[in-house]
């Protein structure tokens, strides 16, 4: 037996998204190349995934929209059998069926290549929650400077938070300088 290649493509949009109910990504414009390999002896296959595009997830500072580039290059090794399972390395397809429905493999490449952080670039973010955070967020609990969220610059012109500090801190951190 002989191994033999087949190509095709896919135009994901943003119905595709919608249609997946993903949680991570909701909007987009994804390519993706599949490649199915025959591997030699059993019914086994291996699908290549190259997967390239934009899709928008929020922004982890502003919450806003933003755009973000995705690419992956992702495998899947498919064999014939019984019942449907995932084993190891493994999908196992009923040979009854011989047919498998890749969209959620794709779904879950595109999701896995969304990097832990994802913020706008400088000057992007929603100015309005960009400001209110900004009067938040403090650099170090032993200091009023708060950073600013649109370029990363320090302002130590901010006054702290309304709440005065707890005298609790204070004592402990006697005992901490004492160490």
């Known amino acids: 037996m002989h191994e033999s290649t087949m190509n095709c493509a896919f135009e994901l949009d943003n119905q595709f998204f919608i249609d997946i109910d993903g949680p991570e990504v909701s909007k987009g414009k994804v390519h993706v190349a599949l490649t199915v390999k025959k591997l030699m002896g059993d019914n086994a296959f291996e699908l290549s995934f190259q997967t390239e595009g934009v899709i928008q997830v929020p922004c982890d500072r502003c919450l806003d929209d933003m755009d973000l580039d995705v ?61 209110k955070l900004g009067k938040h967020l403090r650099v170090d609990a032993d200091d009023n400077e708060s950073m600013d969220l649109e370029s990363g610059a320090v302002d130590s012109d901010l006054e702290s938070v309304d709440s005065p500090v707890d005298p609790r801190w204070n004592e402990l951190k006697k005992i901490i300088d004492n160490n």
Do not use: R, T
């Open 71 to 131: 690419s992956a290059q992702d495998k899947v090794m498919v064999k014939l059998g019984a019942d449907y399972a995932e084993d190891g390395d493994w999908v196992i397809v009923p040979e009854e069926e011989g047919d498998i429905n890749v969209a959620w493999f794709i779904y879950e490449f595109i999701a896995l290549s969304i990097p832990m952080k994802h913020v706008h670039a400088p000057g992007k973010c929603n100015k309005a929650m960009a400001g």
